[in-house]
Structure formats: structure tokens, C-alpha cells
């Protein structure tokens, strides 16, 4: 969570998702320039190479500012939770209800916030599916990554981390890799060693992952930024952060338990899709969770 660290959380005014940008992220080229127009006459005589206008593309309106306390609720609980060292669930369950149905306003808005993570996901995905059919050398040298073939799992995902997260200097960017770095030191704990034996079942627990340290880090800069800093030793930290981790992979884990048969059927077309529909039902499960424990004190 060394992103949380290093930003003091996101204005209640500021649009959750760009309003310049389609929903996938990814900006609209320019339209065609116009043909050169004929020369124009003047006085003296026509003007002549004059380059054509340059066309201005049509941008949407700016979305009206929005609520400036719509973070307080979720802030407030989730400050509460870390102040208790990681004991307090009510507010951590208060937090995560707030930040999807108040915050953000639903969970398809929360996880059209996740633009870069979505996007490295899809990335990921597709490699780890081409791995699992085609073989892991076949997949790399689709990548230009021959050098890592027969590597150990670590020095693989390592090599790859530029194709499955491109830095970039957004904090959404910023999430996006973090997620992906820790993603990698989870590896050998979670008993994936070996790279050339890649099954199915490993794919879904490296994205479960990464999904997981994705949604995790954006909690934290939304909510938590000011309040890791509230528990009163290391040991209340740590707790608080294995806490808020294994909460949030319950969500993701059972937003794929019935995505696992379809995986193998992904096509480079349909990725992206299944990608933002897990972070979508991730999103609804965080949010059903979190009033199940607001309900239990």
C-alpha cells in the first residue's frame, strides 16, 4: 500500500471518472484534417499553401462539480477501523458500504475508476490465458520476450511489468503498477513457482491478486491516506492492512468463483469486458459485505 502513502486523498469535487475520456480510458484520436481548401483571393492576388485549419475535436461538457463531502462517511469510518489497529469491523464495513454506494456512487461508477487497473487487468488476462493455451514460450515471444523463457516465475512477471502496466504519471497509473509489484511478491506464497507449469486455477489466483492490491490501493488513496497513520504501532498497522486485504479479496474471490469456466474462452475482444465486469461484482460483493458487518455490532 506505498501509494496510499503518497497522496492525501481525492477531492469530493472532482469528477470520479475524467469526463474527456471514454469509458476504457483510452482517448479518441482527431478526427481527419479537412482537404486543403482552394486559394483564397485578396487584393493582390490569391494566397497560396496556406495549410488547412486545423479541426477542433468535439469534447463533452464538463461534468457539474461534485459533492464535497461525498469521501467524509467512508473517510470517517475507515479512520475509525485503523485507529482501532484493525479490530473496530463495524467501520471497516461501515467504510466499504459508504465508499461504493455513497462515494462513488454505485459499483459500476467504482469500477470505471479503476481505468489503468481495468486495463493493466485486461493485459495481464490475455497473456496469462495465451500462456495457459499456447504455451508460456509462445506467449513471450508474442511479446518480444524471448530472453525470458525458461525464467523463474519471478523474473518473468519482472520482465513484463512495462507491457501489463506502463508507468505513467496519474495516480490511477500509479495504483496500477503498485498492484502489479505486489502481486509479485505474493507469488511463491501463494504456490506458483514455476512459470512453464502454468494451470488455470494459478490464473485466476495471480488476477484475484492483482485485482485485489488494485482495488486495495484505491480504497487507501480515496479514504485512507490520512489514516494509516493512526494505529498505534507497527503491529496495529500491520493488522490493519491484513484486514483490509483479506476483506477486499473476499469480494474479488467470490466475484470470479463463477468466472473461472469461462476464462479459457476469452477472446482478445471480450477481455475487457470480463475485466470490468469482475471489478463490477467485486465492487457489489465489497459493498453487500460491508453491511453485513455494519449489521453484526
Known amino acids: 500500500m506505498g501509494t496510499s502513502n503518497a497522496y492525501g486523498g481525492s477531492d469530493g469535487d472532482k469528477p470520479l471518472v475524467p469526463s474527456w475520456l471514454p469509458d476504457g480510458g483510452i482517448p479518441q484520436p482527431l478526427p481527419a484534417p479537412t482537404p486543403a481548401q482552394p486559394p483564397v483571393s485578396t487584393i493582390d492576388g490569391p494566397v497560396t499553401g496556406l495549410p488547412p485549419p486545423i479541426p477542433i475535436p468535439s469534447l463533452p461538457p464538463m461534468p457539474p462539480p461534485g459533492d464535497p463531502v461525498r469521501f467524509k462517511a467512508a473517510r470517517n469510518n475507515f479512520?475509525?477501523?485503523a485507529a482501532s489497529g484493525g479490530l473496530d469491523r463495524t467501520s471497516l464495513g461501515r467504510a466499504a458500504s459508504h465508499y461504493v454506494a455513497t462515494s462513488?456512487?454505485?459499483?459500476r461508477t467504482a469500477a470505471r475508476r479503476m481505468g489503468s487497473s481495468r486495463q493493466a487487468g485486461a493485459r495481464l488476462v490475455s497473456f496469462l490465458t495465451s500462456a495457459v493455451a499456447n504455451g508460456p514460450g509462445?506467449?513471450?515471444?508474442?511479446l518480444r520476450l524471448e530472453n525470458l523463457v525458461g525464467r523463474p516465475v519471478e523474473e518473468v512477471f519482472i520482465g513484463m511489468i512495462d507491457y501489463v502496466c506502463p508507468e505513467g504519471g496519474t495516480i490511477d497509473d500509479g495504483i496500477a503498477r503498485e498492484a502489479f509489484i505486489e502481486t509479485i511478491a505474493d507469488l511463491a506464497e501463494s504456490g506458483i513457482t514455476n512459470f512453464d507449469a502454468l494451470t488455470v486455477d494459478?490464473?485466476?489466483?495471480?488476477f484475484e491478486l492483482y485485482a485485489?492490491?488494485?482495488?486495495?490501493a484505491r480504497l487507501c488513496n480515496d479514504i485512507g491516506a490520512q489514516a494509516l497513520a493512526l494505529p498505534a504501532n507497527v503491529a496495529d498497522a500491520l493488522n490493519v492492512q491484513k484486514q483490509l486485504f483479506d476483506f477486499v479479496r473476499?469480494?474479488?474471490?467470490?466475484?470470479?468463483?463463477n468466472a473461472l469456466a469461462r476464462i479459457q474462452a476469452l477472446t482478445p475482444a471480450s477481455v475487457t469486458g470480463f475485466v470490468t465486469r469482475v471489478y463490477e461484482q467485486a465492487f457489489a460483493i465489497l459493498e453487500s459485505m460491508g453491511e453485513?458487518?455494519?449489521?453484526?455490532?
Open 79 to 81: 479512520s475509525r477501523f
Open 202 to 206: 494459478q490464473l485466476k489466483v495471480i
Open 104 to 107: 462513488t456512487g454505485g459499483s
Open 212 to 216: 485485489t492490491h488494485a482495488i486495495e
Open 138 to 142: 509462445k506467449a513471450l515471444r508474442a
Open 250 to 257: 473476499r469480494s474479488v474471490s467470490d466475484a470470479l468463483t
Open 292 to 297: 453485513a458487518e455494519a449489521s453484526a455490532e
